[in-house]
């Protein structure tokens, strides 16, 4: 099932997708803005082993389930009450990260990856989703720059990695057409807030 109420931002590092979102939610102020993995206490807590720079020994198979996991707790704590109130929710990544990061970059393969996530969000999927593209290069370049930006293991990953994790994404566009819109995140800021803005008011509400 698709709520269209239920929006997701997604792209690799740097594409500005953060501080987008947080642009974005404060035009709606209604709307519950909110963060994968985390979000909610336990899932904060998840997020910490998965993203601690000392994890080097974790699996691939570990670190998808810690994310479905984290996935779980933070949807029935948090989206679904949110959107059972009538409310939109704005989040910060959802399982489209998962099938691009841990399913096409890690090669645990994308079928696999969205499986053990069907068991933690059920039929559960945002009704819109929006992508923010820019080239690996580019994306880590902005990273860099950003001062205080805490740096976690995946941005560590080589050049390698984050060029499969934008492949990952393109293939999912091919497979939901429909549901991901892709939005050119190497424009101005300006630009790319005004593309989402337009996109959301035209698709944001409608009934799915
Ligand atoms: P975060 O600091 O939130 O990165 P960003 O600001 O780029 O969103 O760290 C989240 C990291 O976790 C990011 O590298 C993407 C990765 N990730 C996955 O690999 N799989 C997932 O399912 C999710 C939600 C995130």
């Not at 080097?56 to 996991?69: C, F, K, S």
């Not at 039929?123 to 580019?138: H, K, N, Q, R, S």
Request: with cysteine; aromatic share 6%; proline share 3%.
């Amino acid at each position: 099932m698709l709520n269209g109420r239920f929006i997701t931002f997604e792209g690799p590092e740097g594409a500005g997708k953060t501080t987008i979102i947080n642009m974005i939610a404060d035009c709606f102020p209604e709307a519950v803005l909110t963060r994968e993995p985390g979000g909610i206490e336990i899932a904060e807590q998840i997020r910490e082993v998965i993203l601690d720079k000392k994890n080097t020994a974790m699996d691939a198979h570990t670190e998808a389930l810690l994310y479905a996991a984290a996935r779980r707790q933070h949807l029935i704590e948090k989206v679904k009450p949110a959107l059972e109130a009538g409310k939109m929710v704005l989040c910060d990544r959802f399982v489209d990260s998962s099938l691009a990061y841990q399913g096409h970059a890690r090669g645990l393969g994308i079928e696999e990856v969205f499986s053990i996530n069907r068991f933690a969000i059920g039929d559960l999927m945002p009704g819109l989703t929006l992508y923010f593209d820019i080239e690996p290069e580019a994306g880590l370049n902005r990273i860099n720059k950003q001062e205080g930006r805490e740096i976690n293991r995946l941005d560590l990953e080589a050049l390698d990695f984050h060029h499969k994790v934008r492949e990952g994404y393109h293939m999912l566009l091919r497979c939901f057409p429909e549901r991901i819109v892709k939005i050119d995140a190497s424009k101005s800021l300006e630009e790319v807030f005004e593309e989402t803005l337009k996109i959301i008011k035209e698709r944001g509400n409608k009934k799915v």
